[in-house]
């Protein structure tokens, strides 16, 4: 019954791979995000998507492409990974049209580059 | 970019003390969220705010949304042990963008 689910949990991995994170949820929601925690626990919105379109872009380099095969799955694969990608992400889901926004989290990716 | 100003940093009381922390910004939000987190785990939501002034309850914890909407602060009363982790508040503007703060660590003291 988990709502915000992401694989793998834990992922280490050599620099100049290419790597990609799953994320679904089964709340319904129509809008879906991914965040980026650094070392210093803090968080920050890289994108996010509508109804599979790209909504928010944050100055984010384009070695990182999300995609959204439908709306309750939101993916990111990251080209050539360097050192500084080392990070947990973070997927998050939320409703649309309700007038109360709110963000529920998965429990995150934990990625090395090593 | 855009940040929120979260204070204090951390926090390291005895368990059955009163919890303070709040966050500023120099923007206007038109909703703040309060959420935990655990090592090892994801944000978890444990209040949100929607109207200037507003003041919330979710047991033990309160949290209130300034009138100015430029701030908002939480409260934990009698902690207790589980409270350890990290709280973080969040303002939401335009296109769903959450903003977060930089977290508050919570240790208590058996």
């Known amino acids: 019954d988990t709502a915000v689910s992401q694989t793998p949990k834990y992922l280490v991995t050599q620099m100049g791979n290419d790597k990609s994170i799953k994320c679904e949820q089964n709340l319904g929601h129509d809008t879906m995000y991914w965040y980026k925690q650094d070392s210093k626990k803090f968080l920050k919105i890289m994108f996010s998507?509508?109804?599979?379109?790209?909504?928010i872009n944050e100055t984010v380099p384009n070695r990182f492409s999300p995609k959204s095969p439908d709306k309750a799955h939101l993916n990111l694969h990251i080209n050539s990974l360097e050192l500084g990608d080392s990070a947990v992400y973070f997927c998050a889901s939320s409703p649309l049209g309700t007038g109360k926004e709110t963000q529920y989290f998965g429990p995150g990716t934990r990625l090395l580059v090593l | 970019g855009q940040q929120l100003n979260q204070s204090p940093q951390s926090m390291f009381i005895q368990e059955g003390e009163d919890v303070s922390m709040n966050c500023t910004s120099s923007?206007?939000?038109?909703?703040w969220l309060w959420y935990k987190q655990e090592p090892g785990e994801g944000p978890v939501l444990l209040i949100a705010l929607y109207k200037a002034g507003e003041l919330t309850s979710n047991g033990r914890l309160t949290a209130q949304f300034g009138i100015t909407r430029k701030d908002s602060f939480l409260n934990i009363s009698a902690s207790i042990p589980s409270d350890v982790g990290i709280y973080f508040c969040?303002?939401?503007?335009?296109?769903?963008?959450?903003?977060f703060g930089q977290g508050t660590r919570l240790t208590i003291n058996p």
């Open positions: 923007s206007i939000f038109n909703t």
């Open positions: 998507y509508n109804n599979k379109e790209l909504i």
């Open positions: 969040a303002g939401i503007q335009g296109a769903q963008k959450l903003v």
